[in-house]
């Protein structure tokens, strides 16, 4: 079983920054991708971002430039740096954690976090 917990989220006003981390533990070596994900009220879970196990990076075409992904391999944690932050940016965000090969959809992830709230205000 993999067990995942983020941190980072709070409150931030409209172009500040935060930055999300989530950490893994458990069966974690058949789950090579880590991906983020986010939902805001009244709405489906969309995804934000990913990367492979080797460092291959995939956005959402919404934040890029202003969102990066990364991750520490031998503390198998992950990272997402959100910069320039918008108001419609507020939900909660969750990481997760996929055997691949697909990283866009939220069926591809088996393992997820708890989810963790950021708030943009304007």
């Known amino acids: 079983q993999v067990h995942l917990v983020e941190s980072g989220g709070g409150l931030v006003q409209a172009g500040g920054s935060l930055r999300l981390s989530c950490a893994a533990s458990?069966?974690?070596?058949?789950?090579?991708?880590r991906g983020w994900f986010r939902q805001a009220p009244g709405k489906e879970r969309e995804f934000v971002a990913a990367?492979?196990?080797?460092?291959?990076?995939y956005y959402a075409d919404f934040v890029k430039g202003r969102f990066t992904i990364s991750r520490d391999n031998p503390n198998d944690t992950w990272y997402l740096q959100m910069n320039s932050l918008k108001p419609e940016d507020t939900a909660v965000y969750y990481c997760?954690?996929?055997?691949?090969?697909?990283?866009?959809?939220?069926?591809?992830?088996?393992?997820w976090g708890q989810g963790t709230q950021v708030t943009v205000s304007s």
């Open positions: 458990g069966r974690t070596f058949s789950r090579y991708g």
């Open positions: 997760a954690a996929t055997g691949g090969p697909g990283v866009w959809s939220p069926s591809d992830y088996p393992d």
């Open positions: 990367i492979s196990w080797n460092g291959y990076t």
